[in-house]
């Protein structure tokens, strides 16, 4: 089955324009999308989203769309029944929003128009490479991630990227650090220790994931995850953790 | 000292002529016919009135007031210069009596000589008053501070006066005692002066606030015309820009090579004038707080002036936020700075902003360029460590103390492709 790629644009000379390169890149670099829909009106996309429910689509979208909805309502409806939908806007530079478009409805990529045509074709082109290879990962691996929100906003951090969490001094939340980041959010150690397997507990209150440690010494019992970041194991823990390194 | 009685009538009567004299050189207000009005029939009462009571001082102020004020409006200008002629006239009488006390013998009667010489004198003094009044422009002066605290103040000096003379006279110590009323003339003269120069430079700095706050006021309106003009302008950006890209386009699959020029040349021309301003954020306009405001303003300029590349976005109107707006603006204020100092630090100097909101939060993020760096973020929240010597820290410390005080505050941190991002999530 081929993934569906959603084309909306109020402009129908940009339109064609934009259908032209992506059905030229669909011809010589994969079978895996088809164009299932191009269309002025936003109002043709959501009609279509009721009636086919199409899963992990590839949208293109104008911001401004001469209609009572713009780009970005009708983006958090397609987010709404296509959970996993690649979004990517195509605007000019002045209606740009990329930070606040990738917060709101996850968008993948920004295009603008108002550059030379070689610029605009690559960056399409780009981007539908990067939406494959979404695509690809996220049939491979569904419960990689790790996952945790703050009021609406969920955050889904590589498991490989996790060094490890640990209670914060305000109660019933924990602290996570990552190899480039650091949260908080509402969580207790004993229920992510049982969602997340792969996290090991070296003492009452730490839990690490072991594939990411850079030093262990035993003798001093401590634990180091880079140049700044270490912790001390519990004296029983020394066996279990040797035994699990050696897997 | 006795005066002879005509003498003394002669005296009031020149005394009354006086006041007006005096007035009318300094004042100009009301028409002729009231002018004469007012000296016609007020000179003759307030003499009449002299030769059997003492209040006769009071009839040429309130008269002159009323004929020769516009109805039904306050002059304190002009009851000022009537209140200072009274005022003038009254001491330069009491001047010329000490003088006359002192050089004419006493036990005799005072002629029509000794008057002529009294009046003289007065006539000489009142000149120069007149002249010098004239000369340093006094009446503007007099124009500027006119208040009714001057007017109290003349008042209260001519009321103190009149009351001091009145008793001088009525035990019949007059000449005694004038000399005293001169030196008690000059105390209370400086004792006023001296409140009147209290008064005005009060009056002075509560105008100059009154001017600044009018000034604020002023510019923020005209704030808020330029953005409405910046959004309408970007909008029609945007619908041009289109536009041309679209006639680009059917110019090309007609292959018109001359129409297509024509439109690229109209283009690039454009772009000229359709080019971003030094200070374009147009999202500015949906924040509604002026303290968030006014601090996004002020460090999206400091930005600037270090070469930051900036961007601002905030799609929906900001008003308020959930914690107390003085430590929000303090958090922000911590975090702008440090992005603004790491990202003017390396070589892709870029800032980017954004205020997220929706049903349930409020977000800012920042994002800055930073030259990387080997000290974990974990360890720039301690106090005092910093990524430069000699420097106070990052503030992170400040930031994880209002962590601990407001239970609906996130703060997270992230590192990504040579950006360094915090975001603030305010829970409502």
Redesign the interface.
């Known amino acids: 089955m081929a993934y569906p790629i959603i084309l909306c644009e109020d402009q129908i000379i940009q339109l064609n324009q934009l259908e032209a390169i992506v059905q030229t890149y669909i011809l010589f670099h994969t079978d895996l999308f088809k164009v299932e829909i191009k269309t002025q009106s936003p109002i043709e996309v959501i009609d279509y989203l009721e009636k086919c429910n199409p899963k992990q689509g590839t949208y293109f979208l104008d911001i401004d769309l001469a209609s009572s909805i713009d780009g970005i309502d009708l983006a958090e409806q397609i987010r709404a029944t296509d959970v996993q939908a690649k979004i990517i806007f195509v605007t000019t530079h002045d209606e740009m929003m990329p930070l606040t478009l990738r917060r709101r409805v996850e968008a993948l990529g920004f295009v603008t128009k108002d550059q030379p045509l070689d610029d605009y074709r690559a960056e399409i082109v780009e981007l539908l490479t990067l939406a494959q290879q979404r695509i690809d990962a996220t049939r491979e691996c569904q419960e990689c991630d790790f996952k945790f929100s703050i009021g609406s906003q969920m955050f889904s951090i590589d498991k490989q990227d996790i060094y490890l969490i640990e209670p914060s001094s305000l109660p019933h939340r924990v602290l996570l650090n990552t190899k480039n980041g650091h949260y908080e959010f509402y969580g207790n150690l004993r229920d992510l220790e049982e969602k997340y397997p792969y996290l090991f507990r070296i003492n009452r209150n730490c839990l690490v994931n072991l594939k990411n440690m850079t030093e262990i010494n035993f003798k001093s019992r401590e634990i180091k995850f880079d140049s700044e970041l270490s912790r001390q194991f519990a004296r029983g823990k020394s066996n279990k953790i040797k035994n699990l390194l050696k897997q | 000292m006795l005066i002879d009685t005509k003498a003394y009538i002669l005296r009031s009567l020149l005394d009354d002529l006086l006041f007006y004299v005096l007035f009318f050189s300094i004042n100009r207000q009301g028409t002729v016919r009231k002018r004469v009005i007012f000296i016609l029939f007020f000179l003759p009462i307030t003499f009449l009135v002299e030769l059997y009571s003492d209040i006769s001082d009071v009839i040429p102020i309130l008269s002159g007031y009323y004929i020769l004020k516009v109805k039904k409006e306050k002059d304190y200008l002009l009851l000022n210069d009537l209140l200072f002629c009274t005022f003038i006239i009254f001491c330069v009488t009491t001047l010329s009596s000490t003088i006359m006390v002192q050089i004419l013998p006493h036990n005799r009667i005072v002629g029509l000589t000794g008057i002529f010489i009294q009046l003289f004198v007065e006539i000489i003094v009142i000149s120069v008053i007149i002249f010098f009044y004239k000369k340093n422009k006094f009446h503007t002066v007099a124009e500027k501070y006119g208040s009714a605290t001057i007017a109290c103040l003349l008042i209260y000096l001519l009321l103190v006066i009149s009351l001091i003379s009145y008793a001088a006279h009525y035990y019949n110590a007059y000449d005694h005692f004038v000399f005293g009323i001169m030196i008690f003339l000059i105390i209370q003269t400086v004792f006023v002066v001296f409140l009147f120069l209290k008064i005005l430079t009060r009056q002075k700095a509560k105008y100059k606030a009154q001017i600044e706050k009018q000034e604020l006021e002023n510019l923020k309106k005209y704030t808020e015309s330029l953005e409405k003009q910046q959004q309408q302008l970007?909008k029609f950006?945007?619908d041009y820009?289109?536009l041309l890209?679209?006639f680009k386009?059917?110019a090309k699959?007609d292959y018109s090579v001359v129409l297509t020029e024509q439109i690229e040349m109209l283009e690039s021309y454009s772009d000229k004038y359709l080019d971003k301003g030094e200070f374009d954020y147009k999202a500015l306009y949906n924040i509604h707080n002026d303290f968030i405001k006014s601090l996004l303003i002020a460090k999206l300029h400091q930005a600037k002036k270090l070469d930051v590349i900036c961007?601002f976005?905030?799609?929906k109107p900001l008003y308020d936020v959930m914690i107390p707006i003085f430590d929000c603006v303090r958090i922000l204020g911590i975090l702008l700075d440090n992005a603004i100092e790491a990202a003017s630090e390396c070589d892709n100097r870029s800032l980017?902003?954004?205020v997220?909101q929706?049903?349930?939060?409020i977000?800012f993020?920042i994002?800055n360029t930073y030259k990387k760096l080997?000290?974990?973020?974990?360890?720039l929240?301690k106090r005092g460590i910093s990524t430069k010597k000699n420097h106070s820290g990052l503030g992170l410390d400040t930031i994880q103390e209002f962590?601990?005080k407001y239970?609906n505050i996130?703060?997270?941190?992230?590192?990504?492709d040579g950006f360094f991002s915090a975001q603030l999530?305010l829970?409502?």
Do not use: A
């Open positions: 970007s950006r945007h820009k289109n890209l679209s386009e059917i699959s961007h976005e905030c799609q980017n902003l954004m997220y929706d049903d349930s939060q977000e993020i994002k080997n000290i974990s973020i974990e360890r929240q962590n601990q239970p996130f703060i997270q941190y992230q590192q990504e999530i829970l409502k």
